[in-house]
């Protein structure tokens, strides 16, 4: 029902920024959640943010919290991850999700995925 297509990452020297983009497309997208997730080598995969159907409320990883921004803009079906400051352990392949579930008050997973866009950061 939704596909989610990532865009903006790349390479960074630490303490840069970037902002990663997912379009997405199908029905509904206001009513969904959306987020992000990311995947470092070797490592598990780990929530970063999300933002619920409306805009109206956030919620970051202590890793990323006061550095990352998420955002969304409904009538452009895209949803935005603004990155600052920027850390050499912020480097991960970035998954845009949509329609999140939660272990208790925690986003555990999403129903939809795309593709991954590779972001690496230079010490």
């Known amino acids: 029902q939704v596909q989610l297509v990532e865009s903006g990452g790349g390479l960074v020297q630490a303490g840069g920024s970037l902002r990663l983009s997912c379009a997405a497309s199908?029905?509904?997208?206001?009513?969904?959640?959306m987020g992000w997730f990311r995947q470092a080598p070797g490592k598990e995969r780990e929530f970063v943010a999300a933002?619920?159907?409306?805009?109206?409320?956030?919620y970051y990883s202590d890793a990323v919290k006061g550095r990352f921004t998420i955002s969304r803009d409904n009538a452009k079906n895209t949803v935005y991850l603004q990155m600052n400051s920027l850390r050499p352990e912020d480097t991960a392949v970035y998954y845009c999700?949509?329609?999140?579930?939660?272990?208790?008050?925690?986003?555990?997973?999403?129903?939809?995925w795309g593709q991954g866009t590779q972001v690496t950061v230079s010490s």
């Open positions: 199908g029905r509904t997208f206001s009513t969904y959640g």
């Open positions: 999700v949509a329609d999140l579930y939660y272990s208790g008050s925690y986003p555990q997973g999403a129903k939809y």
């Open positions: 933002v619920s159907g409306s805009g109206g409320s956030t």
